[in-house]
């Protein structure tokens, strides 16, 4: 597979920072806002907005303790009768709970937005926000399902049949994202449509 970098731990760091001044001026300051992360990646990218919130904003820094949670979706999946073995996460919400709360749900990246139907699904059995937001890092497009992010750091147009890959320092040792294209040799050979 030939591989491609699209983005390194600079613009990752560029690309939540611009996310966390998106929440905020959304919502017109940090009051009522909840991050809830979809394991794994999606909440080591909720971490790491929780820290880049703390530092613009004194309100947001006060009740940290109050504002980030992780949300997992893995039961409310629809594929999970189609052998896609994942192992559940612990779901973590905020002391004071979502009821009434603006609640973005953070993940890292938006393809067919199965998902991000999983985590509305999930939702429901733990309150009723106020609204539910969306920021992921990477928007690659090919929606399955009529759902789009708020909060987007890059969008990449891709293939259907490319991969993109993030890893993050906390849980691959680097942060990067990473297209993958199939080898040509995988391709079918010939022009024609049949």
Same mark, same amino acid.
């Given at each position: 597979?030939?591989?491609?970098?699209?983005? +390194?731990? #600079?613009?990752?760091?560029?690309?939540?920072?611009? *996310?966390?001044?998106?929440?905020? &001026?959304?919502?017109?300051?940090?009051?009522?806002?909840?991050?809830?992360?979809?394991?794994?990646?999606?909440?080591?990218?909720?971490?790491?907005? %929780?820290?880049?919130?703390?530092?613009?904003? /004194? &309100?947001?820094?006060?009740?940290?303790?109050?504002?980030?949670?992780?949300?997992?979706?893995?039961?409310?999946? %629809?594929?999970?009768?189609?052998?896609?073995? =994942?192992? #559940?996460?612990?779901?973590?919400?905020?002391?004071?709970?979502?009821?009434?709360?603006?609640?973005?749900?953070?993940?890292?990246?938006?393809?067919?937005? =199965?998902?991000?139907?999983?985590?509305?699904?999930?939702?429901?059995?733990?309150?009723?926000?106020? !609204?539910? =937001?969306?920021?992921?890092?990477?928007?690659?497009?090919?929606?399955?399902? /009529? *759902?789009?992010?708020?909060?987007?750091?890059?969008?990449? #147009?891709?293939?259907?049949? &490319?991969?993109?890959?993030?890893?993050?320092?906390?849980?691959?040792?680097?942060?990067?994202?990473?297209?993958?294209? #199939?080898?040509?040799?995988? +391709?079918?050979?010939?022009?024609?449509? !049949?």
């Amino acid at each position: 597979m030939g591989t491609r970098t699209v983005l +390194q731990h #600079p613009d990752i760091t560029r690309a939540l920072t611009r *996310i966390a001044h998106e929440i905020l &001026e959304a919502n017109h300051g940090a009051s009522d806002l909840v991050l809830l992360g979809i394991p794994t990646r999606g909440a080591v990218l909720a971490e790491r907005l %929780d820290r880049i919130l703390a530092d613009i904003d /004194p &309100e947001w820094a006060a009740h940290r303790d109050q504002r980030l949670g992780t949300l997992d979706v893995t039961m409310h999946r %629809d594929d999970l009768g189609h052998g896609i073995g =994942r192992a #559940p996460h612990r779901t973590t919400i905020p002391r004071s709970g979502i009821d009434g709360k603006v609640v973005v749900l953070v993940d890292d990246v938006l393809f067919s937005g =199965r998902t991000v139907r999983a985590a509305l699904d999930a939702l429901q059995g733990i309150g009723r926000p106020r !609204a539910v =937001r969306l920021a992921v890092l990477v928007d690659r497009g090919h929606r399955e399902l /009529p *759902i789009r992010a708020d909060h987007v750091g890059k969008n990449l #147009p891709t293939a259907s049949d &490319e991969r993109v890959t993030l890893r993050l320092t906390e849980t691959d040792g680097s942060d990067e994202v990473v297209i993958e294209q #199939p080898d040509e040799q995988q +391709q079918p050979q010939g022009g024609g449509a !049949a």
